[in-house]
């Protein structure tokens, strides 16, 4: 998600567990992989809701949250073209300051009903929705709201 998160930073993330988060165009959300055998428990989804650090986490990398940028909704239409341009809908989907990248090709993704197409901001070298593909509902934590260290980059990410 370079540049807008570096890999030394710790967002606050806020859980579906504890508020419903509505999910929206160009929200950051914290989520477990497709790939991965990830099933909701929900007992275990509110413990964890009170956590601030995992601190003995020892899950593998296929059970690792990952973080990426929401591009499109239930039912939209992705179109990449091959010069990085993303569109939602015939419409120009724009992140400020971050590098598109380029591709061989031109791609168009259709998002399955209730899944979400996501996207690194880092779109060069990033596993998001074009490799991995849409990502459930049900697979996603939260929204990260804010980052909070190292303090001097406290950051709104809702801006």
Do not use: C
Request: charged share 25%.
């Amino acid at each position: 998600m370079v540049p807008t998160l570096n890999i030394e930073d710790r967002v606050l993330v806020i859980k579906n567990t504890i508020i419903n988060n509505e999910i929206d165009y160009g929200d950051i959300v914290v989520f477990y992989s497709p790939e991965s055998d990830y099933k909701k428990n929900l007992n275990k989804e509110i413990f964890e809701s009170f956590m601030v650090w995992k601190v003995f986490d020892k899950s593998s990398d296929l059970h690792t949250a990952l973080i990426k940028r929401v591009v499109g909704l239930s039912g939209d239409e992705v179109l990449i073209k091959a010069n990085g341009e993303v569109f939602v809908n015939d419409i120009k989907f724009v992140v400020p300051n971050i590098e598109q990248g380029t591709y061989l090709t031109e791609q168009t993704y259709l998002v399955p009903e209730n899944e979400i197409f996501l996207l690194g901001d880092n779109r060069i070298n990033s596993q998001d929705s074009r490799y991995i593909g849409t990502v459930s509902i049900n697979n996603v934590l939260g929204k990260a709201h804010y980052i909070i260290y190292p303090f001097d980059n406290f950051t709104n990410l809702d801006d």
